[in-house]
């Protein structure tokens, strides 16, 4: 049998995105491992960004009706028309955005998106600067680039919010000069939203190092408060070097669909597709039908939607809150709080988690997974487990009652996180 090592890319893809196990073999991401281990102890899975809601009836409707029209052979590789259209329209009526529709390519997930952008504009040798903690598929990417990732920190600021280390991003940009400086925004796990200023101050960067941006927007719509998306192309004067990543996964309670589009102007979404084409071709045709009519009708899901998370929100972080010592987020955006449990545990966030969901029935994400093992965010966050508020109204209730009952048993035992307890 040939040697799998042979060819090394898959295994150095796995090791970017934290995969590798100690003894060579590969394991599963962060989230896979979390839902399977959830099931395993039967406790609530708060981890995985999975909605536990379920689409509205009329995309379902619409998409079989799709179905029954005939769209269920391959879709144009660009994406259907009606798709790029709705699209268009979408980014100009929510957030100000124009966008023409041949800018527009249907990609299968924000993730392909994002790895076919990365494969397509990051040179060979070429560094890549993300704000950290960081979506896993990132690394994983620029590995298969054969670039470098460097990151900037995204902190807690001591009262429940976050904010970048601008003076670490400035000495990184001047140090790397990357040839993509990718954002985030609104950012996972934090919920931070970048602000016009900052995305001002990201664009004036990557104009003096000549370097692409490049968004991660598939939160847009779930901002929780009354501050507003900006997208990076409006905000940036040079919105010819911003590429635009979203989907409709998130806002419409579709992960598993895959509908997602990257924007660009037509050479660059040329260069994109090119790329794209030899990843899926292309995908879900009849989804991306459906979702069109839903991006350009008068569907009230996405705001419905985004109450429900927020009274969902409203629900989890007070329960949270109620650990004495916890420090606990206030979302400003996405599925997410973030806990950190440092002045309760001498325990590493992995650690804590695994003891959290045998004694205590919790499982979150441990945010240091979302980070480079060594580096300023990761020691930040070295005792912090992100929890999701996506999950089901029962879910979110079970959970809430769970970490009341944890704030309960630590008033009576304040050490019972440590190790020597």
Known sequence: M????????????????????????IGETIYGQMTKFAAEVGAVNLGQGAPGTEPPDELIAATEEAMRAGFNQYAPGQGYPQL??????????????????????????????????????LPRGGSLVAFEPFYDSYPAAIAAAGGTLHTVPILPDGRGDFAPDWEAFDRVIAEVDPAIILVNTPHNPTGFIFSAADLARIGRA?????????????????????????????????????????????????TGWKIGWVIA??????????????LSFTAGGPMQIGMADMLVGDSQFVAENRASLRARAEVLVPACSSVPGAE?????????????????TDRDAFELNELLAREFSLVGIPVPALCRPGSPAYEAYRSSIRYSFCKSVADVDKGAQLFIALGGHLREHPDALRRNN
């Open 84 to 121: 790029l259209d709705a699209v268009a329209a979408q980014r100009e009526r929510d957030f100000g955005q124009h966008v023409d529709p041949d800018e527009v390519l249907y990609t299968a997930g924000a993730t392909e998106g994002l790895t076919a952008a990365i494969l397509a504009l």
């Open 328 to 344: 606990v987020s206030t979302p400003r955006a996405g599925y997410f709080t973030v806990v950190d449990f440092s002045a309760l």
């Open 206 to 254: 990557a104009e003096a190092v000549d370097a692409w941006v490049l968004s991660d927007e598939v939160y847009e719509q779930l901002v929780l408060t009354d501050l507003g998306h900006v997208p990076p192309a409006v905000a940036i004067e040079d919105s010819a070097r911003v590429v635009t990543v979203s989907s409709a996964g998130k806002s419409w309670n579709t």
């Open 265 to 278: 102007s037509p050479e660059v979404r040329q260069a994109i597709q090119t790329v794209k084409q030899f």
């Open 2 to 25: 040939p040697d799998i090592m042979g060819a090394s890319l898959w295994h150095e893809m796995a090791g970017a995105a934290g995969l590798t196990n100690p003894d060579g073999s």
